[in-house]
């Protein structure tokens, strides 16, 4: 093949790919950056350049301060947790225990379950009155508590149902990792009268360590990505208690159909993202290699 | 008394207990969810023996949306991405892989943009393209932001890596263009990334809500899950017997593909993820 071929044969190869992911990432990306500036058209009067009015007018509204802290606390409740349980689960079934294979299908089929189909069933869980959380509770003794409508429990059962749902994808990853581990350090620990604590804590948990940071990013971007339940369960209530960053660019873009001031919190969404990827370029991944 | 190997059998049996436990606690949102559909409704949070079966949840939820119609345009959804993406992202990954074109490592950093501001993010924007294009409440408009995707091409450029040049250069010795040689070289023996790539895709785009519901509003483009989304807030908003079997009926279709496939399922999903 001539030099001149392999220019346009490589190009045309890829030209389909390059032209949706232009028009359907890049674009908008800068798309977003740049309608940030504009006021939101209306009828009868055209989108005009605002300069920061936009940043300004989301520096001043609460809504989005609160939207951030509660994306912040809504990363900092289900990761940690779902990392750990994903962890304590991929171990529990890598040995050989009683029913293996139910237990992992078990764990597992959460995953499975769209979003907002796992949303209903736990919405009905948590119903005043009604719900099987309130039947429990009332066993119990305890008094009539309304889960989802208080302002103090709504983002924890959020948090739960997110939990519920991906401890069991994350344990898929480590399960992998885990039978990557030779069982001859295992024996060699077990000689040497090691705990299984001691031999996790010094073998296996830094073994794990690449699958940790991939499983963090990703569970990170979904932190920030996935508000299906929120529209089924919460609609960011009460009084935005369980408002995440993406479900208030959906409200305000599509419910307010304020598309301008919705680019500008896309931005926000836009930089954290791009902030996450470099962090991981740069600072996560030499850190992890050379453990 | 006790030795070391009694010490170990209790640990076994405390851990094997454990994990049935966690086992038990997990899957019970899920088993809840079927008593429900399965029973009248006065037995929905009553759990007795003798409680009678029923198929009536399943009928009326039929009944009162047309999932019919939504089953046929989510099955038309998902099918459409995954063959654009299988056929775009193979593309673009032979190129990737075996072509020296200018501008190839920006281009593919470029690529790799999408791997982090996905679609799902981009709302605002591709609305406003849709807008534009005038598809919107259309099934293609709720695809096309996903049919080129940098996940599917990472993974198969990385796996035509692997496989040796000699193969290409016979074929291509033999008189096979360079299309010939990817459809009958590249693609049979990337096969495995292939199913893992698409069982992974299907079970993303079926559950997919959030783009979807912003794009459609009529019941002719309306996936599964913005079905039973907008059955379940509207006035059904008491019967729970009856949106959890519309739940499970939305569900289920994937659900007992995985049951079945579950080896597949899962194999694919640590597949596509260690990459």
Known sequence: MSRLSVHIHGWLLLLPAAVLLVAFTHYPTAATFFH??????????????????????????????????????????????????????????????????????????????????????????????????????????????????????????????????????????????????PPSLAEAAAIEGASRWYFFRRVTWPLLAPTTLFVLVNAVINSFRLVDHIIVMTRGGPDNATSLLLFYIYEVGFKFWDLAYAAALTMVLLVILAGLAIGQFVFLERRVHYQ | MNGPHERRDLAHALETAGAWLLAILWISPLAYAVWTAFHPAEFSVRFTLDAPLTLQNFANAWQAAPFARYLVNTVALVTMILVAQLVIGTLAAYAFARYAFFGRDVVFILVLVQLMIMPDVLIVENYRTMSALGILDSIPAIGLPYMASAFGIFLLRQTFKTIPRELDEAARVEGAGALEVLWKVYVPLARPVYVAYGLVSVSYHWNNFLWPIIVTNTVGSRPLTVGLQVFSSTDQGIDWSIITAATLMTSAPLLVAFLLFQRQFVQSFMRAGIR
């Not at chain 1, 300069?51 to 289900?78: C, E, H, I, K």
């Not at chain 1, 066993?139 to 309304?146: E, F, W």
């Not at chain 1, 983002?155 to 992998?176: N, P, Q």
């Open chain 1, 36 to 181: 940030s500036f504009f006021s939101t058209p209306k009828p009868g009067r055209s989108a005009v350049y605002v300069g920061l009015d936009n940043y300004r007018a989301m520096f001043d509204d609460p809504v989005f301060w609160q939207s951030l802290a509660n994306n912040v606390w809504f990363a900092l409740g289900t990761i940690p947790a779902s990392i750990a349980l994903a962890i304590l689960m991929a171990v529990l079934v890598n040995r050989k225990l009683a029913g293996r294979g139910f237990l992992r299908l078990a764990y597992f089929t959460p995953t499975m379950l769209p979003m907002i189909a796992v949303a209903n069933i736990w919405l009905f869980f948590y119903t005043p009155q009604y719900g099987l959380l309130e039947q429990l509770s009332g066993l119990l003794g305890l008094p009539s508590h309304n889960w989802l409508g208080s302002r103090d429990t709504a983002l924890a059962c959020v948090i739960v149902v997110t939990i519920w749902k991906e401890a069991g994808f994350f344990m898929i990853f480590y399960l992998a990792a885990l039978q990557q581990v």
